[in-house]
């Protein structure tokens, strides 16, 4: 049977209303990277990288996106709309195309990457800009959705999060069980409050075992790390600078009761952690980073102890999302002529 994505796959494990139609772009059955230069470097027993950055639109987003999507359209929905740090906007905006919906996404002015923004138009959203933060934007979506026919699709829909939840459920079937350590970051918090609903149904339907959740933060957005909301959120990983999560009490929930942790990364770190997945051919965008940034610290400052561990580490967003953090601390090329001589000088060979 050729794959389908991941309703056909999961749909008998998703809390879904039967008016429920299917569109997909064949979203998840994403690979499980092993990375045993990493596992050697940072003394764990495995590593491994759910690389969710080769979803139909380069996030995990797409899991989440084919529920809501698919709920909306059953129900008979026009139009959808969505705040989004960028990723969101993308994958509502793909569905919404592929279903022949309308979709609308508020975007923080001037804070989205490029590739996430060029995404959405392609895909024909109307992309509109708001003098304000993501928190600001999603304000007005909600409160646009109580008063309107318009569908909300961000992560507060309950069907994003049981899409969201097929994460762990291939995780667990390539593994054959759930690893010890379960790395990802948070923003708004509905995939790591979806990883754990999804690893919970699998421990009660299958028997597997639950892994511990490490959520990880950017410094300068870290509400749930500081207790607080943060009026100003600040991160160089624009995917997770949220200052105020929807779902941050389940976030909480799912790292106590995993017995795990959510902690803070700073932006040098994320960015060290970046250019480290790709030292072993993985390239993904900094927010997607997150997880090994913490992970990494937690190691180095004694906390955590990775010997005889098996981890999987989340790469939320593909590294093309983001070209402008790698193009504007790039060297330029070096320029030279078209002469072999030339080329052989600068090689030295
Ligand atoms: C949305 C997103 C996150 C954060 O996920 P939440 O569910 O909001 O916590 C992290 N990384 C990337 C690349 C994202 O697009």
Request: aromatic residues 4%; charged residues 20%.
């Amino acid at each position: 049977m050729p794959y389908e994505g991941i309703l056909k796959e999961y749909g008998h494990l998703l809390d879904l209303p039967a008016h429920t139609l299917p569109v997909a772009l064949l979203e998840g059955n994403t690979p499980l990277i092993p990375m045993p230069r990493l596992a050697r470097e940072l003394g764990a027993a495995e590593i491994f990288i759910k690389y969710e950055g080769l979803n139909p639109t380069g996030s995990f987003k797409d899991r989440g996106m084919t529920a809501a999507i698919s709920e909306a359209v059953g129900r008979g929905v026009k139009t959808v709309i969505c705040a989004s740090t960028g990723n969101t906007a993308a994958s509502a905006a793909a569905y919404a195309a592929r279903a022949g919906l309308r979709a609308v996404v508020l975007i923080p002015e001037g804070k989205v990457a490029a590739g996430k923004l060029a995404g959405a138009i392609a895909y024909g959203a109307q992309v509109i800009q708001i003098e304000g933060s993501f928190d600001d934007a999603l304000s007005m979506v909600v409160e646009i959705t109580k008063r309107t026919p318009l569908a909300l699709v961000n992560s507060i829909n309950p069907y994003r999060i049981e899409g969201q939840k097929s994460g762990a459920f291939e995780i667990c079937d390539v593994l054959g069980d759930a690893p010890d350590w379960h790395c990802l970051p948070v923003g708004n918090a509905g995939n790591i409050t979806a990883y754990w609903a999804g690893y919970q149904q699998y421990a009660k339907i299958k028997g597997t075992r639950l892994p511990q959740i490490l959520g990880v933060q950017a410094a300068g957005s870290a509400p749930l790390v500081l207790g607080h909301p943060v009026e100003q959120p600040e991160t160089i990983a624009t995917a997770i600078r949220i200052g105020k999560p929807a779902r941050g009490e389940q976030a909480l929930e799912a790292a106590e009761e995993s017995r795990g942790r959510i902690i803070a990364a700073s932006d040098d770190e994320i960015l060290a952690a970046q250019r480290l997945l790709a030292s072993e051919g993985v390239w993904v965008e900094p927010a997607s980073a997150a997880g090994l940034a913490g992970l990494k610290a937690e190691i180095e400052a004694g906390k955590f102890d990775p010997n005889g561990k098996q981890i999987v580490i989340v790469c939320t967003g593909h590294g093309m999302k983001d070209p402008g953090i790698i193009a504007d601390s790039m060297p330029t090329p070096k320029l030279i002529p078209a002469e072999l001589g030339a080329l052989e000088k600068l090689l030295g060979v």
